[in-house]
């Protein structure tokens, strides 16, 4: 049982390029989130998915994009990489909502964008 | 704009000491979990409190919720070198019901001497 899963877990970009980052959870869960983690700032929600097929924006959603074509899987997409996104990218996944119980976290995702 | 704030940013104490951390948060909330996240690793859940519940026990882990103060406490009892960790605030807006958002506060970040 692997709980979240993302991929890559480094990436460094140059401006203007484009990325996809994967989270796959095998906990069967309804919920997905991206989250992204700047020093001194916490995490911001950058996009949520609260079932298969369906994706809402959070706090921060430019320059983002995600799809949940498959229920364990939730890609958060950068169309055209900017220095301002270096950061640390989390995703989670929680089984109804936070109502519920908890969020399960990835490891993270470290992008450096130059 | 961040939902929870914590104090102190920074603590630093003896092993065997306890440790408080405070969230204060902004709007009325559904549950306040707290998480922890030892560094370059993702967030675990800790614990959860419930908007009408005022004090939770988890073995060395202590919550306390004031709904009219909009706060929270965590208190780590006969802290470990071990409980060396950033940990965080979350709440869960009754604005954001059904969606399963979480927003986070900025963290504190509590080193233990051994």
């Known amino acids: 049982n692997a709980g979240v899963t993302q991929t890559p877990k480094f990436r460094v970009l140059k401006t203007g390029q484009s990325m996809t980052l994967l989270c796959a959870q095998d906990?069967?869960?309804?919920?997905m989130y991206w989250y992204r983690q700047d020093p001194g700032m916490g995490l911001r929600l950058i996009h949520y998915s609260v079932g298969e097929g369906t994706t809402a924006k959070g706090e921060v959603p430019d320059g983002y994009n995600v799809s949940r074509l498959k229920k364990q899987n939730f890609l958060l997409g950068l169309e055209s990489a900017a220095p301002s996104q270096t950061s640390v990218y989390f995703c989670a996944s929680s089984f109804q909502g936070p109502d519920t119980g908890e969020l399960f976290f990835g490891e993270g995702s470290r992008l450096t964008v130059l | 704009s961040q939902q929870g704030e914590e104090d102190p940013q920074a603590l630093s104490i003896q092993e065997g000491e306890n440790a408080t951390m405070n969230c204060s948060y902004k709007?009325?909330?559904?549950?306040l979990q707290w998480y922890r996240q030892n560094s370059g690793r993702g967030l675990v859940h800790l614990i959860l409190?419930?908007?009408?519940?005022r004090e939770k026990h988890s073995g060395r882990l202590r919550v306390t919720l004031d709904t009219s103060k909009k706060s929270s406490s965590l208190l780590i009892t006969a802290s470990r070198a071990a409980d060396t960790a950033s940990y965080f605030c979350a709440t869960d807006s009754v604005l954001s019901s059904n969606t399963g958002k979480l927003i986070f506060g900025q963290g504190t970040t509590l080193q233990v001497k051994p």
């Open positions: 409190i419930r908007s009408n519940e």
């Open positions: 906990m069967n869960h309804e919920y």
């Open positions: 709007t009325s909330i559904n549950n």
